[in-house]
């Protein structure tokens, strides 16, 4: 090999070794792992909606004395450990459903309800208890008359709610209703009686 051709293959490695030496020296770095983050059921937040359903006195609200109901219901929803919480109050109107006091009977006209909720979230489906505080107005028929005004009661029951979309959600739901203690007078004798109802609904909700 002459000097020349020495010279030039000596100044090629020299040009190329900090190449070749990154090429043995460089690696990509090393992906960093993030744990997943649990998805949401969207259950949380402020809603309002309205029902619709039948109410009776009887266990079956689809009996013959069942009476059509209605109403509006607004509340709020907080996911916490894998459980849905929520409050809700209700307004509705029973669609004068009848009850029985000894000797008569009396109608429930408007009912407004302060409820509890609990439930567990199965992706967009909800299954949840509720219980809370209730006041029903009470009309008179034409054999028994009933107080004035509002009493007091409690209810407890259990649904079912499915999320059509991130806003929309149906729900059914079922409602047993005690108001304790009404003073009634059936035109010879004057009795105080425990009322109840049972009252089947589906409604709308809007999530905000």
């Known amino acids: 090999m002459t000097r020349k051709s020495y010279a030039l293959a000596l100044a090629t490695a020299f040009a190329t070794s900090p190449a070749l030496a990154a090429d043995l020296t460089y690696s990509d770095p090393t992906p960093s792992y993030s744990e997943p983050v649990a998805s949401s059921g969207g259950w949380s937040g402020a809603y309002v909606g309205a029902h619709i359903g039948t109410s009776s006195d009887h266990l079956s609200p689809f009996s013959d004395e069942s009476e059509f109901m209605g ?54 489906t909800l299954i949840y208890g509720t219980a809370g505080g209730t006041m029903t107005s009470l009309r008179d028929t034409s054999t028994a008359e009933g107080p004035d005004g509002w009493k007091p009661g409690w209810l407890l029951g259990a649904g079912v709610e499915q999320k059509f979309n991130d806003q929309i959600s149906g729900r059914v739901e079922y409602n047993y209703t005690r108001t304790g203690d009404v003073r009634s007078f059936n035109g010879t004798s004057t009795s105080e009686t425990n009322l109840s109802d049972h009252a089947i609904k589906a409604g709308v909700n809007y999530k905000f």
Do not use: F
Not at 102 to 115: C, Q, T
């Open 71 to 124: 109403g509006i219901q607004g509340g709020y929803n907080a996911e916490m450990g894998g459980a849905v919480v929520g409050g809700e109050l209700e307004l509705s109107h029973m669609g004068d459903t009848e009850v029985d006091v000894p000797g008569g009977e009396l109608k429930e006209r408007y009912r407004l309800a302060a409820k509890a909720k609990v439930g567990a979230p199965l992706g967009d």
